[in-house]
């Protein structure tokens, strides 16, 4: 059995108060995105190592906590400080017209999820680190547990 990680309805407000450092600007959907052995991190082509490190330590993180196992590929994205995590290889996500890097500060970073992908973006590689280390946050077991 797959085990499958998301933000559960019980659980949304006590992970997003305790989230560190703290975000301006929290705004949780109604859609969880569940994670299981199909999900995939893509990373731009020309992902400086940075952004190779940041996935890298996302799936790391993910694999001893959840015992899921993200596959990282390489791809065509918008910016280089860009990750999208895809809840299954089937969601072919089209993130353009996603958000931008170019309003953000060295280290901010926006990420936008929903049922098929979470988008990670920033202005920076030490901003992707720190989307990735809020997302890694973010996951919870299914149901809670």
């Known amino acids: ?59 790391e993180l993910v694999e001893d906590e959840f015992q899921i196992i993200l596959q990282v590929e390489s791809r065509s994205l918008p910016s280089e400080h860009m990750l999208v995590i895809e809840a299954s290889s089937a969601s072919g996500c089209d993130i353009n017209g996603g958000p931008s890097a170019q309003s953000l500060a060295d280290e901010e970073y926006t990420i936008e999820i929903n049922a098929q992908h979470a988008v990670l973006c920033a202005a920076s590689h030490r901003g992707i680190l720190w989307a990735s280390m809020t997302l890694r946050q973010l996951l919870v077991r299914h149901g809670g547990a």
Do not use: Y
Request: aromatic content about 2%; cysteine-free.
């Open 1 to 59: 059995m797959n085990p499958n990680i998301s933000l559960s309805e019980q659980m949304k407000q006590s992970v997003l108060d305790a989230l560190l450092p703290r975000p301006r600007n929290i705004v949780a959907g109604p859609e969880d995105m569940l994670i299981g052995a199909e999900a995939r991190i893509s990373l731009p082509h020309n992902a400086n190592e940075g952004v190779r490190f940041a996935a890298q330590r996302l799936v």
